[in-house]
């Protein structure tokens, strides 16, 4: 007797204690679950991603140029991030001579990126245009970048300068 007695004493003190757990359909305590992702919000951070990896595409370039032997090398790195009209346009710059010429920089991986809107297949972002950048080729403070779905990838379409934060 004694024995039940004891175990239901450490029951009841356990109980009270929040130690113990008893379903009750009418408390809500448990904090909820968190909300998941809208689509557009995925497809955001997918977008800033795609600006990030693309601006960063000249780096991995300059890290190895002797490994590149053809201008249609280079238009392949680039496609990784730009649509095929802006890959040829940096190949055309880069590739002189039969070989990649480095040079100052002319893209810088942002440090944040803000999308402005997006689609299914389109969406509009910016970011601040790197000092060093500004510096070297007097860019205005802003870089606004048109992305455009190509299959499974976001890339960049276009880009344009300009003073004013882009809204």
Known sequence: MRYASLLALIATLLFAAGC?????PVADDAP???????????????????????????????ENPEAIASHGEVVTHFRHGFVDALAQDFADYYWQRDRVQTGPPTLLVP?????LRSTE??????????AALRATWDLPRYTLVQMRREGDRWLVASTS???????
């Open 32 to 62: 909820a679950p968190p909300p998941s992702e809208t689509a557009a919000e995925v497809r955001a951070r997918a977008v800033q991603t795609a600006v990030r990896t693309a601006f960063g595409l000249e780096a991995s370039l300059f």
């Open 111 to 115: 440090a944040s990126v803000t999308v």
């Open 161 to 167: 300068q300009q003073e004013r934060r882009p809204s």
């Open 121 to 130: 297949r389109t969406a509009a972002a910016f970011f601040e245009t790197p």
């Open 20 to 24: 113990a757990t008893v379903a009750d």
